[in-house]
Nanobody, 121 residues
Framework: QVQLVESGGGLVQAGGSLRLSCAAS????????MGWYRQAPGKQRELVAT???????NYADSVKGRFTISRDNAKNTVYLQMNSLKPEDTAVYYC???????????????WGQGTQVTVSS
């Protein structure tokens, strides 16, 4: 069984910073892509940022220059440093991983339970 466990959400004032973490555990052979998505009330889930095992990254235009995604491959952990936060960043943030389990030859998609980020104006 594979689990993704997020931490680091909370309440912050506009202009502040938060750092999210997500650790993957279980029978994992390798992790290809890790990323963060978010869902605001009444809106669809959207991509925030992704990072491949090679280190290449991809960001939503709305967070470029403010958010930084990174990962520690040895710890199967992905981070999201969020700076200059805005009220419109308020959402539930979900961790995602495209990975290969030890018992499988096919990649599977896994999601964390989500962590709330609230930015007050």
């Amino acid at each position: 069984q594979v689990q993704l466990v997020e931490s680091g959400g909370g309440l912050v004032q506009a202009g502040g910073s938060l750092r999210l973490s997500c650790a993957a555990s279980g029978s994992i052979r390798s992790i290809n892509v890790m990323g963060w998505y978010r869902q605001a009330p009444g809106k669809q889930r959207e991509l925030v940022a992704t990072i491949r095992s090679s280190g290449s990254t991809n960001y939503a235009d709305s967070v470029k220059g403010r958010f930084t995604i990174s990962r520690d491959n040895a710890k199967n952990t992905v981070y999201l440093q969020m700076n200059s936060l805005k009220p419109e960043d308020t959402a539930v943030y979900y961790c995602n991983a495209l990975l290969l389990r030890s018992s499988s030859w096919f990649q599977d998609d896994y999601w964390g339970q989500g962590t709330q980020v609230t930015v007050s104006s």
